[in-house]
């Protein structure tokens, strides 16, 4: 626990316990519970910087919150206004923008991108250099295999009529989505449904059903040992 070079802000809060690695910086208002462990290079509740046309709002955030036994691995960044479970484990050079929440017991690799406003629940698995886009909800026992990329704006920042479409993905309790699948905006994956590697989901998928292809399309039920209340 070297604590060296460490940068707080005003009102930060860090367990006794916890283990700080060498030039972390942890801007004001963040609460570190027991148990944490934080990497060497890691910036915790930073506050986001918005472009002059982004769609975000700009406004006060509360502290960032890290659970107990959280780890974050070194170079990740987490923003303010976000609540990390206990037990998770954020990855090396990872980015958790404001206003997400990521539930008990996750795994977050190396190098994901999750963008602002999302939800997830607890036990997820998200796999290195996917890309969660805003707006999206992913529920408990959610598995998200490398390089998966959802997507929030069918205009791709054209259109003022956009603003009020904005979808990202929801991805339904203990659904699987293969590496380098691509989903599209507002799109609903169901519960224990199981997408191929490298398709490209432009439909809803039903809950229980094996998806795959360009355009993803059902090739059979998932199979009943293969369910997670099953396991």
């Known amino acids: 626990m070297s604590r060296e070079n460490l940068v707080m802000g005003e009102g930060v809060q860090i367990a006794d316990d916890a283990d700080i690695g ?28 918005l472009a002059r046309r982004s769609t975000a709002k700009a406004r006060e955030l509360p502290g960032l919150v890290l659970g107990a036994g959280v780890t974050v691995c070194s170079g990740a960044v987490i923003f303010a206004g976000t609540s990390i479970g206990a037990g998770t484990v954020i990855g090396d050079q990872a980015f958790v923008r404001e206003n997400v929440t990521i539930g008990e017991d996750c795994g977050v690799g190396r190098g994901v991108c999750i963008e602002n406003q999302v939800d997830i629940g607890a036990r997820c698995s998200i796999q290195s250099n996917s890309y969660i886009t ?10 998200i295999a490398p390089c998966v990329t959802t997507t929030n704006d069918n205009f791709m920042g054209r259109t003022e009529a956009r603003h009020g479409l904005l979808r990202g993905a929801t991805i339904r309790r203990a659904a699987r989505i293969g590496g380098g699948v691509v989903i599209l905006p507002g799109i609903e994956i169901g519960e224990e449904a199981f997408v ?17 292809g360009l355009p993803a399309r059902v090739w059979r039920d998932v199979p009943e040992e293969e369910l997670l209340r099953n396991q």
Do not use: M, W, Y
Request: charged residues 20%; aromatic residues 2%.
């Open 196 to 212: 191929a590697a490298g398709a490209l989901v432009t439909k809803d998928i039903p809950a229980g059903k094996l998806v795959a």
């Open 22 to 49: 060498a030039n972390v910086v942890v801007h004001a208002g963040t609460v570190i519970g027991p148990g944490c462990v934080i990497q060497d290079n890691v910036v915790l509740g930073k506050t986001p910087k």
């Open 134 to 143: 805003r707006l999206s909800t992913l529920e408990d026992d959610v598995f």
